[in-house]
Nanobody, 125 residues
């Protein structure tokens, strides 16, 4: 059974850091793209960072560029999202998602087939 387990959310003060993890089971990440999305109350879901596992190419939304870092740990079949210099506007539920794609990543949520359950990040100002 294909599953994605997102974890690592929590409450942090502005300027602090969190590391989110997306553990995959039922498949290996090698030929997949993984995307991290977030949805704040009253707002649409947005792509914030994506990675093409095979070639390591990454994408960052302008709002997180320079503060967030996406990486893959292939031995653990896990993708991490290191979030530094957090701001109140980063408060949202964060989701990871997977799409079979040996050659690229996707920014459009519609391209992703499997989704984790979401993990809440709250940044206090």
């Amino acid at each position: 059974e294909v599953q994605l387990q997102a974890s690592g959310g929590g409450l942090v003060q502005a300027g602090g850091s969190l590391r989110l993890s997306c553990a995959a089971s039922g498949f290996t990440l090698r030929d997949y793209a993984i995307g991290w999305f977030r949805q704040a109350p009253g707002k649409d879901r947005e792509a914030i960072s994506c990675i093409s596992i095979k070639d390591g190419r990454t994408y960052y939304a302008d709002s997180v560029e320079g503060r967030f870092t996406i990486s893959s740990d292939n031995a653990k079949n896990t993708v991490h999202l290191q979030m530094d210099s957090l701001k109140a506007e980063d408060t949202a539920v964060y989701y990871c998602a997977s799409a079979y794609s040996p050659t690229t990543y996707y920014v459009d949520a519609k391209e992703y087939n499997y989704w984790g359950q979401g993990t809440l990040v709250t940044v206090s100002s």
